[in-house]
């Protein structure tokens, strides 16, 4: 029983149109469907239906897909959240256009999680059977796959107790006021699969994004993109530069609403016996942002 990975962000826009320009034409996410209102993307190397939804209207998350390996493991998971004190419900097959059956729930720090096992599969750019490296037709950055979003909570130790009693995730690193006993909890890092983190959170507002991010393949890639955001004119917020947390390289810039988006790459591997880094919060710059060792004023205050 587990949960496998991010499948999907859904999050709001002010304009549709504009928003297709980024992720379409400078990402290379590509349209999959449209509803009224609504656009899903996949990215290349990506094999489920989509993996994020542009909903036109206001800015930030709407919810946030976790994909779990099987069906069967809903109903623990649905069990698990409500003894832990958290709202859940039933979704239903259609609720999402090609998800199937799921268990919605809301975290300790407001946001929309659904569990789900089936969702329509479409397959990657370059398929199953003798597939090249790479599709021909890339556009723009190309971004293979959605990887990992940091939202932020104003009880941390509650959302990071959820995640590891009621789905299994381990921290891989957390930030603390101090170390031992007395510290506070300021954010926590953690995995569900072989990255370093599925999902983040830091200290801050109930219910917000801080950024959703795109994997890609090592550091001159991501040099590549940020060559793209310049021609794009993208607004870039920092980097590319590399995370003392994680350890991977990275380039942090907004969407035209001005949702934080990350590229990142790299970043070791993790497995359930993986020991927990600390890092103190006089060190919090170094760990954010390990090359410039400084934290600007957006990267702590923008949030959508
Ligand atoms: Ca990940
Ligand atoms: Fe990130």
Redesign the pocket.
């Known amino acids: 029983m587990s949960v496998m990975r991010l499948g999907y962000v859904h999050t709001r826009v002010t304009d549709l149109a504009e928003s297709l320009k980024h992720y379409h034409e400078t990402l290379g996410m590509q349209v999959v469907a449209e509803e009224p209102g609504k656009v899903f993307l996949k990215a290349w190397d990506e094999y489920d239906h989509h993996s994020v939804v542009l909903e036109e209207g206001g800015v930030g998350l709407v919810k946030l897909g976790y994909k779990v390996e099987r069906s069967a493991d809903l109903e623990d998971y649905e069990k698990r959240a409500q003894q832990f004190g958290v709202l859940t419900e039933r979704m239903s097959k259609g609720d999402n256009l090609a998800v199937g059956d799921g268990v919605r729930l809301v975290l300790p720090s407001d946001h929309v999680v659904e569990l789900y096992a089936d969702v329509e599969q479409t397959g990657t750019a370059t398929g199953v059977l003798n597939p090249e490296a790479w599709p021909r037709d890339l556009v723009g950055v190309g971004v293979p796959r959605i ?4 939202i932020t909570a104003e009880d941390p130790v509650a959302v990071e107790r959820f995640f590891s009693e009621v789905l299994d995730f381990r921290a891989s690193e957390r930030v603390v006021t101090e170390p031992g006993e007395d510290g506070d909890l300021l954010g926590s890092w953690m995995f569900c699969s072989n990255t370093p ?1 599925d999902i ?1 959170f830091i200290k801050g507002p109930n219910g917000k994004l ?4 795109y994997q890609l393949a090592d550091w001159s890639e991501i040099l590549r993109a940020g060559d793209l955001f310049a021609m794009d004119d993208v607004s870039v917020d920092v980097g590319p530069t590399r ?1 003392g947390i ?1 350890r ?1 390289t ?1 380039i ?1 810039f907004f969407d035209p609403s001005g949702n934080r988006n ?1 590229v ?1 790459a790299g970043g070791y591997m993790t497995f359930p016996d993986f020991p927990t880094i600390t890092w103190t919060a006089d060190e919090l710059a170094k760990g954010i942002f390990y090359i410039g060792r400084e934290l600007n004023e957006r990267f702590t205050s923008v949030l959508t």
């Open positions: 990887d990992h979003t940091l983190h983040a801080h950024h959703f991010a995370h994680t991977g990275t942090y990350e990142f």
